[in-house]
């Protein structure tokens, strides 16, 4: 459900700035640090590919599959919730290769938030580095795509302070009887 709401939100936000923003124009929010500027990238983040869009969108297509097999996977709302902000970003940026100019596979994805010219981004981008944050975050505490924190038994969800109460402790070894000739010494 995330991934879809990801994937609209960035399909629509790039038909607005395709509609609102001219090619190169900068429209400062922020001072020089965010403003809106639109451009068309052949390439992944920070331009790194322009001349391999093919290669770019077979990676992605093949990024795009591991992120839906973990999300199968997935019993935790954590890891839900991170890898549907991943596979809509990608399936946001993917849609962009695949149906627009110049073609299928080699289509320009559509960015226009500026980031102070450092680089220039979209909508899905912003949700597939919250997604990643959050795996990692998930990954480097011992999180699970089950829920499951390493060495525990129960779901990370289970418990808001982190630690598992359903934790069974061993059983007490059960007392044994003494003969008369113990108790006497």
Do not use: C
Request: proline share 4%.
């Amino acid at each position: 459900m995330l991934a879809l709401v990801t994937l609209g939100l960035d399909q629509a936000s790039k038909v607005w700035a395709l509609g609102s923003l001219d090619d190169g124009h900068v429209v400062p929010l922020v001072g020089d640090v965010l403003s809106l500027r639109l451009i068309r990238n052949p390439g992944a983040a920070f331009s790194i590919g322009d001349s391999s869009t093919v290669v770019m969108t077979a990676l992605a297509v093949a990024i795009t599959i591991a992120v839906v097999v973990a999300a199968w996977r997935a019993a935790s709302p954590r890891w839900t919730a991170a890898l549907g902000l991943l596979l809509g970003g990608s399936l946001g940026n993917l849609s962009d290769r695949f149906f627009r100019e110049p073609g299928p596979g080699r289509g320009h994805v559509i960015d226009f938030i500026d980031y102070g010219g450092l680089f220039v981004g979209n909508v899905a981008d912003i949700a597939i580095v919250l997604g990643a944050v959050v795996v990692v975050w998930l990954t480097f505490t011992g999180v699970g795509l089950d829920g499951v924190r390493a060495g525990r038994h129960a779901r990370d969800e289970d418990t808001d302070d982190g630690e598992d109460e359903t934790q069974e402790t061993p059983a007490a070894e059960p007392a044994q009887e003494q003969t008369k000739g113990e108790r006497d010494a």
